[in-house]
């Protein structure tokens, strides 16, 4: 009898665990495994367009750049092939993409992409240009990006959230026009900038934020100058995150803009921009896939 009952007791319980166990596993075996990559790099770079705009001097404010003459000077523009700053070379099998920085600007998907998994791995060349001869060398990953070129602050660049590729920075997040989103950080103090950290609740960051358009990553995972660091960016349904070399450096959800009335707009799919920026940077194994949900381990850091 006391058998029986022992039997009937546990006997759910052990079901209930190999259902669990089963579900978690079939899970991950249809986040992890059925979704194929799309690759994002051919000798032609047939998959994108590029954007030019100027070669950015010491001391730019912001203003369109004028000649001897004083006269405005038109930014180089979309798909010139006079211009060479994004080309392909071939290393074994690899191909890989030159972002030579020479001139502001970026290569654009000329697909919008929602809901996925974009990966990338950089790493640094030895040249940089006019504005940047003195500071870190920079790039970056615009997602969400959506409307005309040329709309913030270098005249580069479209509406979009950015995961900044930088030297000691890489992860860090810049808002991109009059984007906006929040974002688990430390508030800041004083000259600080927000800290993004998983133990804190988000705040506001970009168009209308207090804390303004700019926060930093939560450790430096970036590998030495001659090594290939590998970036995933996950985005879903308004929530993204930025992981550096298999580390989660910055956790985001609401992403949107602010339209020319005040109102926030939903900012959740767009075309994916890859900066060039006065440094010299080098770019290999870019691929995206589709995805229709977020594992339970990226649900649990939101």
Partial sequence: MNTMKHFTLYLPLFFLVISCSEVK????????????????????????????????????????????????????????SEYTVFSTVKEGEETIIKNTGEYYGCLITKKEYKNYHFQLKYKWGDKKWAYRKDLLKDSGILYHSVGPMAVEYWRSWMLSQEFQ??????????????????????????????????????????MGSPYNNYCLRSGNYEKPHD??????????????LHIVNGEVVMILKNSRYIDENGKEVPLIQGKIQLQSEAAEVFFKDIKIRQIDSLTTQQKALF
């Fill in 227 to 240: 090594e290939w660091n590998t970036l995933d960016l996950i985005c879903y349904e308004g929530k993204s």
């Fill in 25 to 80: 596993n079939e899970e991950q075996k249809n986040l992890d495994e059925t979704y194929e990559w799309e690759e994002l790099i051919d000798e032609d770079l047939t998959q994108w367009d590029t954007y030019l705009s100027y070669q950015h001097q010491p001391g730019y404010d912001g203003s369109v750049p004028l000649d001897e003459n004083g006269e405005e000077i038109a930014p180089i523009g979309l798909n010139n």
């Fill in 165 to 206: 590729i930088m030297e000691g920075h890489t992860g860090d997040f810049w808002s991109q026009a009059n984007s906006a989103i929040d974002i688990r950080a430390y508030k800041p103090e004083s000259v600080m900038d927000p800290l993004a950290h998983e133990s804190q609740e988000y705040l506001p960051i970009g």
